[in-house]
């Protein structure tokens, strides 16, 4: 008569009672998997791994008793058990019960004592020893635990059931499945039928267990209307058929010291993949395969193969950033366990996105044949998957209309355009070459005084006092404010009014005409302007400084944008932009991100007379080389001396609903940027 025994549950904790816990995981974190070795390769004799072998097993105390502590029932359970124990002797016949055989089973499993347990098998105890310790392997797990669930037993023979969790290295998964095993009793004594079976239900004799884990591509970052901004690129998988590696711990650990990474995880990686299939093992852009095969093609077994992905060119690297692969050295620092396919973002959006990005890896664990052929499935990881794209405010156009304008520089210089419309950055780019450079933190952090494209600023001061465009204001070599002398190359006009002062960029007629401003109608424009103001970008970004102002010097040095104030080239973007449209937005790079606005405390009059200062400056003043034909082009622009032979040009304007700012390095007082800037509009905004 068949009786089951539900409710004797084998519940295995992770560390037996008094044994040293283990070190507790940062949360988020992968577990780690410990040194790696084979039981089957530790030692003649049979004997499976022991404690401080280098299994990967945590180790149990010496146990001193024939019951397991975790075995041990209270007494008032005992004694219910004893009644239950007459059952079995009496009631169902003269068998004593199998469960005690399962349970020190499946303990002797978890525990790595692979040689105990093949002990209480039928089966040959070096083959069970293996294929035991095999399984752990092959799947490179970094824990395992077992769970009797119930015993059924017929007269001499029984089944049990089990909850198996295998803790995977590869990708941080956890698989969960119920095997099945039958017990015969001989000679009073009960042993588990041994085949491959026992491991897993569906694994059969010659087969054996597998982990596959893979990354879907990156996810791509965008343009607004959905244009990736990665272009399909070369690079080199370096990688190994597992099955033809002749010595796999001496290719890791030879790919290892070459690559920084974690020989005992590379190890497992190999160990645990279906042997036939190519696994690569490190992704590397072109420049870095150059410097680092030479060195990885002599490892044993190690090959390459040429493939490409969206992943390492951009013609939008400044906003983009760059990405890592799986040998990162922001991977390490992260703590992060070595997972082939892993890519890690290094700078830009590709860093401030990178949980988006990457998605979720997908582990599966599969049956591989003796031919080393995967037949079968036994089980996915939920929840993996391929990462979100990011859409950005860039347009491709815009863009590739900034790239091509600075292709053909000879100076190293930047361009930044935003849409007057919404303050939507459209365009950013940058070409660095030898000779003087860009200020640090690019056009959207850094902090550079803008000399006399401040005066844009500046003059809408002066019109919200009431100065007519037309008021006559000589321009003069020299100014002396306060005590401090202005001086001005163009030279001295005495028939010059605020409207001509402004085209030519006359510093010293601004500078006397300060004395018509106080500090605070001049902080007022600026805030209105939203200089100073919180932007919240995700990559660092500068709105711009401006020092509060005591005294007739200080005021007239801000007022020409040589002292008191610092702006990026997107805040003068976001100056000229508020020109346009009446109205200043708060610079976006993503459309999701916080957005504001302001006004500058101007009339409507006001403003037009400003955007005829603009007009003015680009048809007849300093900024005429950003002149273009059709679609009026406003502006100004502006020189300031950096050191003895070194020079920043800047152009800030708009044409449409493009505004932009240009800054270009120079050894000469040249407003070089201007023509730049034209050469950008052309064909950003035709």
Same mark, same amino acid.
């Given at each position: ?277 190519? =696994? *690569?093992? +490190?992704?590397?852009?072109?420049? !870095?395969?150059?410097?680092?095969? #030479?060195?990885? $093609? &002599? %490892? ?45 973002? =290094? *700078?830009? +959006?590709?860093?401030?996105?990178? !949980?988006?990005?990457?998605?979720? #890896?997908?582990? $599966? &664990? %599969? ?65 660095? %070459? ?253």
């Amino acid at each position: 008569m068949p009786f089951t025994v539900p409710g004797l549950s084998h519940s295995t904790p992770a560390v037996p009672p008094g044994a040293a816990q283990p070190a507790a995981r940062p949360p988020g974190q992968p577990p780690t998997r410990p040194p790696t070795q084979r039981p089957a390769e530790t030692g003649s004799g049979g004997g499976g791994p022991q404690p401080g072998s280098g299994s990967r097993h945590r180790k149990p105390p010496e146990r001193h008793s024939v019951i397991p502590r975790r075995l041990r029932l209270p007494l008032a359970l005992v004694v219910v058990l004893a009644l239950v124990g007459v059952g079995f002797t009496t009631g169902f016949g003269d068998e004593a019960s199998a469960e005690p055989t399962v349970a020190a089973f499946l303990l002797d499993w978890e525990q790595a004592h692979y040689d105990t347990a093949a002990a209480l098998t039928d089966g040959d105890p070096d083959q069970v020893r293996t294929e035991l310790a095999a399984a752990y392997t092959d799947l490179d797990a970094t824990y395992t635990f077992y769970s009797m669930d119930n015993v059924t037993q017929h007269g001499d023979t029984a089944v049990a059931t089990f909850r198996a969790t295998v803790d995977l290295a590869e990708g941080g998964q956890q698989w969960v499945y119920t095997g099945r095993f039958g017990l015969r009793s001989v000679q009073g004594k009960w042993v588990v039928n041994w085949s491959p079976s026992v491991i897993n239900p569906r694994l059969a004799a010659g087969e054996r267990l597998a982990v596959k884990t893979a990354y879907a591509p990156r996810a791509a970052l965008t343009d607004v209307n959905g244009t990736p901004l990665i272009s399909e690129s070369a690079d080199y998988q370096i990688g190994v058929y597992p099955s033809q590696l002749k010595n796999p711990v001496a290719t890791a650990a030879a790919f290892s010291q070459d690559t920084e990474l974690d020989e005992q995880q590379v190890l497992g990686q190999i160990e645990a993949a279906p042997p036939k299939g190519f =696994l *690569s093992l +490190l992704t590397l852009d072109p420049s !870095d395969y150059a410097s680092l095969w #030479p060195k990885l $093609a &002599v %490892v044993p077994g190690l090959t390459v193969q040429p493939h490409r992905d969206q992943l390492f060119a951009s013609s939008a690297q400044d906003v983009v950033g760059t990405v890592g692969t799986e040998d990162s050295d922001e991977l390490r620092n992260q703590g992060a366990a070595y997972q082939p396919g892993m890519t890690v973002g =290094l *700078s830009g +959006l590709e860093q401030a996105y990178q !949980d988006q990005l990457i998605g979720l #890896p997908t582990t $599966a &664990v %599969v049956l591989v044949n003796s031919a080393g052929d995967t037949v079968g499935t036994l089980w996915t990881s939920a929840g993996g998957g391929a990462g979100t794209p990011v859409r950005t405010t860039l347009d491709s156009k815009v863009q590739s209309a900034a790239v091509n304008a600075l292709a053909g520089q000879s100076d190293s210089a930047e361009i930044v355009a935003v849409d007057t419309r919404t303050g939507q950055v459209r365009a950013l780019a940058s070409r660095p %070459v030898a000779g003087v450079k860009l200020p640090s933190g690019g056009a959207l952090d850094a902090a550079v005084e803008p000399g006399m494209t401040f005066s844009i600023v500046s003059a809408a001061a002066l019109l919200s006092t009431g100065i007519s465009t037309g008021l006559a204001l000589p321009c003069e070599s020299e100014a002396d404010v306060g005590g401090v002398t202005f001086t001005d190359q163009p030279g001295s006009s005495a028939t010059a009014t605020l409207a001509s002062d402004f085209a030519d960029g006359c510093g010293t007629a601004f500078a006397n005409m300060s004395r018509t401003l106080t500090g605070q109608q001049l902080s007022t424009v600026e805030k209105g302007f939203g200089i100073g103001s919180s932007w919240h970008l995700p990559l660092r970004a500068f709105s711009g400084s401006a020092s509060a102002v005591s005294g007739e010097a200080a005021l007239a040095s801000q007022v020409t944008g040589s002292g008191g104030v610092l702006m990026s080239p997107l805040g003068m973007a976001a100056v000229a932009a508020e020109v346009a449209s009446g109205t200043g937005h708060t610079p976006t790079l993503v459309p999701t991100d916080s957005s504001g606005s302001q006004q500058v405390p101007l009339t409507g009059t006001q403003l037009n007379e400003l955007r005829q200062l603009m007009r003015l400056a680009v048809t007849n003043g300093s900024a005429s080389a950003a002149n273009l034909a059709g679609t009026p082009v406003y502006g100004q622009a502006g020189v300031v001396q950096t050191g003895t032979s070194s020079y920043l040009s800047w152009f800030v304007g708009y044409r449409g609903t493009t505004a932009v700012a240009v800054l270009e390095t120079g050894t000469s007082a040249t407003a070089a940027a201007s023509a730049l800037a034209g050469t950008f509009l052309k064909s950003a905004t035709s």
